[in-house]
């Protein structure tokens, strides 16, 4: 795996700058990238660091070594890297070694072989090739098992997230894993899915759908960055129907991964095709604070489908860690990135007795008694 000659026995110090480049590996993936990290050294000294980006960047050349070798150039003041040794946590591919060579850096050392466009042995060579002007050497496996596992970990992660439910997931999609909602002790709610919706385009949408059918209707709007959780006391009130979707790229459906989706005028007409399958049962619509743009969106793309249209106060309960549920990294946040903050600032939707009095107003705006 080498393309110049290497003696067995690894350098001093190639398994503590490999350690720092795992560093960088886990700090990508704690950002959704896929994580492969990146040092530069010279004469024992650390010049530079870097990791995978392109997701973040929207860069397809934003891949550790890049970003590595962008940050050392720019700090030695020299696109000329003589005498400086790169740490990869993963086997070059081949754009990323033909830019070291470029840089004429005086050795490369990388972790886990990537079988599939490794460009250091794995596939092609690209450091042996003799009619290049300049040579490089190569070192690979130094921390390996560490390099491999963390990679195997999150993709595995991320299959595991697709198996979870039997519906397919888009190429261009994430599934949150259910086990990041099962901390939510007062969330036990039944799960419904619809997904052959066309303005869905094969995303999944969850909503609940909670009460009796024959009761008054409240259909719940969250807001950006917020999800269901947000009507988790309404949803347990008695004498009372919700139905509170959540919508593409929050709670427990399906998250596009770019940010261009997510347009307001795109999730109403989605929700306007969900209520229309739904069918024609009169309705009050309740929406959060942050919902009141989509809700009128919604109110003048069906005029006359609901009775009322109400806000729904909120408690200010402490809600934890509910609302990054969702979202276990980067990868997962296009819609927050796009409509609304990581985590709301104390928000937490109506408090039990709020969610009573709010039945009420349905129930009223419905022409029901009050049970």
């Known amino acids: 795996m080498t393309s110049d000659a290497v003696p067995p026995a690894q350098p001093a110090g190639d398994a503590h700058w490999m350690a720092l480049a795992l560093e960088q590996a886990r700090r990508a993936a704690e950002a959704g990238e896929v994580p492969v990290g990146a040092v530069l050294v010279k004469d024992g000294q650390l010049v530079a660091s870097g ?37 990869v946590t993963l086997e070059p591919c081949a754009m990323c070694a033909g830019a070291m060579l470029h840089a004429r850096l005086a050795r490369v050392v990388f972790g886990a072989p990537d079988p599939k466009t490794g460009a250091a042995g794995s596939v092609l060579d690209l450091f042996a090739e003799p009619r290049l002007n300049h040579r490089t050497q190569v070192s690979g496996g130094v921390l390996a098992d560490e390099c491999a596992a963390l990679l195997q970990a999150f993709f595995r992660e991320r299959r595991e997230a697709a198996r979870e439910q039997a519906e397919p997931l888009r190429d ?28 869905l385009q094969g995303w999944r949408m969850h ?36 139905l509170a979707p959540d919508l593409i790229g929050f709670g427990k459906s399906d998250k596009p991964k770019r940010d261009a989706v997510h347009r307001l005028a795109w999730h109403c007409e989605v929700l306007v095709e969900w209520l229309d399958r739904i069918g024609p049962a009169p309705a009050v619509l309740v929406h959060s604070a942050a919902a009141g743009a989509l809700a009128a969106l919604l109110q003048a793309a069906r005029p006359g489908r609901f009775a009322a249209v109400l806000c729904a106060p909120d408690g200010g309960e402490p809600a934890g860690d509910a609302w990054r549920a969702p979202f276990p990294d980067r990868g997962f946040q296009a819609a927050l990135r796009a409509l609304g903050p990581v985590a709301p600032s104390n928000v937490s939707g109506p408090s039990a007795a709020q969610a009573a009095a709010l039945a009420r107003q349905v129930h009223d705006a419905m022409g029901y008694s009050a049970a």
């Open 51 to 87: 990791r995978n980006m392109p997701v973040a960047r929207h860069d397809p050349s934003a891949h550790a070594e890049i970003d590595a070798l962008r940050a050392g150039a720019a700090a030695l003041g020299n696109y000329r890297l003589d005498g400086c040794e790169l740490f």
């Open 172 to 199: 261009d999609a994430l599934r949150t894993p259910a086990a990041r909602f099962e901390a939510l002790g007062d969330y036990p709610f039944a799960a419904h899915y619809v997904q052959d919706l066309p303005a």
């Open 207 to 242: 909503y609940l759908d909670e009460g009796p059918a024959d009761a008054p209707l409240a259909l719940c709007l969250h807001g950006p960055g917020e999800w269901s959780y947000f009507f988790r006391h309404l949803a347990r009130t008695p004498g009372l129907r919700m």
